[in-house]
């Protein structure tokens, strides 16, 4: 069974200040990872997915991703007060690419 | 696009009692998912359709819960005789094709007293 630990569980960052967050997959078998992140009492909003070793960058947001250390990591630049969420990893596994296993978490919180 | 919806939001059973859940995935999309989400557990895959058939309900508890798709507009996940430990925010996304971005729907609290 796979397994996503995510790092910080919670993270407080300063209004403009870069946050960045980690995730480590306990094996390699899946070459797709997603970030997401769930506002309270909402829906998972995607942000950045990545299939290659480097670097991706969506808005904001970056992906780096690293398949021989089992590491991706999600930095968030400038960040908002309204980025406060929880942020979630996921890797992509299953024979046809149909299941998420998602990471635990971190609580982000963006002081003004 | 009205994303995906689930209803009810919120859903307070007795235990014992059963629960349907439902789902509407983004129209045109073929894959339809439904997960788990727990404050000890976190989220959690339960089962997944793909043109309407049953493809992986791997992590399906094996009593009481089930899923179906009767069509391309709308998935159920029910939960018979509902206990305390089923309490949970309960997701469904869908996705265009499998391996796609899931598009997560607002999830329905169910609060088992």
């Known amino acids: 069974q796979q397994k996503v630990q995510q790092s910080p569980e919670s993270l407080t960052v300063s209004e403009g200040a870069m946050a960045s967050l980690n995730c480590t997959f306990s094996d390699g078998t899946s070459n797709n990872f997603r970030w997401y992140r769930q506002h309270s009492a909402k829906g998972l909003e995607v942000l950045v997915s990545?299939?290659?070793?480097g670097e991706k960058e969506e808005g904001r947001f970056t992906a780096h991703l690293n398949r021989a250390n089992l590491h991706v990591s999600l930095h968030i630049r400038e960040p908002q007060p309204s980025d406060s969420a929880v942020y979630l990893c996921?890797?992509?596994?299953?024979?046809?690419?149909?299941?998420?296993?998602f990471g635990t978490g971190t609580l982000l919180s963006v002081k003004p | 696009n009205a994303g995906v919806i689930q209803t009810p939001r919120h859903k307070v059973t007795g235990k014992g009692q059963e629960a349907t859940l439902w789902c509407e995935p983004i129209s045109g999309h073929s894959a339809v998912f439904w997960y788990r989400q727990t404050i000890v557990q976190g989220l959690e895959f339960l089962t997944y359709?793909?043109?309407?058939?049953?493809?992986?309900d791997s992590g399906m508890p094996k009593e009481r819960f089930s899923a179906q798709m009767p069509n391309q507009s709308h998935s159920t996940l029910k939960i018979q005789s509902t206990q305390p430990q089923d309490s949970a925010v309960y997701l469904c996304?869908?996705?265009?094709?499998?391996?796609?971005?899931?598009?997560f729907g607002a999830g329905t609290r169910l609060s088992v007293l």
């Open positions: 359709f793909r043109n309407q058939a049953p493809i992986d």
């Open positions: 990545i299939f290659s070793d």
């Open positions: 996304a869908s996705s265009l094709g499998t391996g796609d971005t899931l598009y």
């Open positions: 996921a890797g992509v596994y299953g024979g046809s690419g149909n299941k998420l296993i």
